[in-house]
């Protein structure tokens, strides 16, 4: 099937998607930054920037999360079509809107049990292991929000694909 690139949609969802892939963007350089200035200290100054590992781990999984939405949105999961290239058009908006629909059940289910994740561990203190001993609550918390853009990112498909806007 031949799928042409896909124009960004407009709305609070893709307003939404756009700006948690810009803060993942900004951890990312962040946490770049911060591997670099690590680095650099360990060759000049024979010590590290402390917590360096806590704070490139927790920087490098919410910059992940972040891009979840967007590329959800723009379609830019990896697609195998090689059965169904040979079906008509609305079936392959169905098995489109059907796979999509799994991606949105899946996102929304770990939204919800990293949402109860970081409730717990906000009630537990639960804090990295490491030298800086970071609360994760926050983290999770951010992990949660990001699985449920990209459950409303999906369900944006799930609705074009079953009206045949797609």
């Known amino acids: ?31 770049a930054f911060l591997t670099s200035t690590s680095v650099l200290l360990r060759w000049l100054a024979g010590g590290p920037i402390k917590g360096d590992f806590e704070l490139v781990s927790l920087g490098s999984g919410l910059a992940v999360l972040g891009f979840l939405a967007y590329g959800t949105l723009m379609r830019a999961n990896i697609l195998v079509d090689t059965f169904t290239t040979r079906l008509p058009r609305r079936l392959n908006r169905l098995a489109d809107a059907f796979w999509m629909l799994v991606w ?5 289910l770990l939204a919800e049990r990293m949402a109860v994740g970081a409730a717990e561990a906000l009630a537990t203190g639960t804090r990295t292991i490491g030298l800086l001993g970071v609360p994760i609550w926050w983290a999770i918390a951010i992990g949660a929000f990001c699985f449920a853009a990209t459950a409303a990112a999906a369900a944006y498909w799930v609705a074009r694909f079953l009206r045949d806007e797609a």
């Open 1 to 31: 099937m031949d799928r042409k690139p896909v124009a960004p949609p407009r709305g609070p969802i893709a307003t939404l998607a756009g700006l948690l892939a810009f803060a993942g963007g900004a951890a990312l350089l962040g946490v």
């Open 104 to 108: 949105a059940g899946c996102m929304a």
